[in-house]
């Protein structure tokens, strides 16, 4: 019988350690500035929806959390988590 390939891993790469090169982590903290522009510019466009759109209250709702989320320090596990909420969400 044929031997099957390893399927290729579609996790994320892990975070940073304290040992990880300066660069890396420098590159790390511009993808989260780039993720807090595109939450920034996902709430532009919320905003010129309807107010009493209950689609615009609630992405507004999730929005608010994701920029709290971004703003304070995480473990791995929840730097992981925000990652999967970053990709479900589309932005």
Known sequence: MGEVAPRP?????????PRTPLLLRKQ?????????????????R???LPAHSSYATHRMKVLNKLRHLLSIKRTTSQDEELELLFASLSI
Do not use: M
Not at 9 to 17: C, D, E, H, I, K
Not at 28 to 44: F, H, K, L, M, S
């Open 28 to 44: 790390n903290g511009a993808q989260n500035g780039d993720r807090e522009a595109a939450v920034d510019a996902e709430i532009a």
């Open 46 to 48: 919320v905003n010129k």
């Open 9 to 17: 891993s579609t996790a994320a790469p892990p975070p940073p350690s």
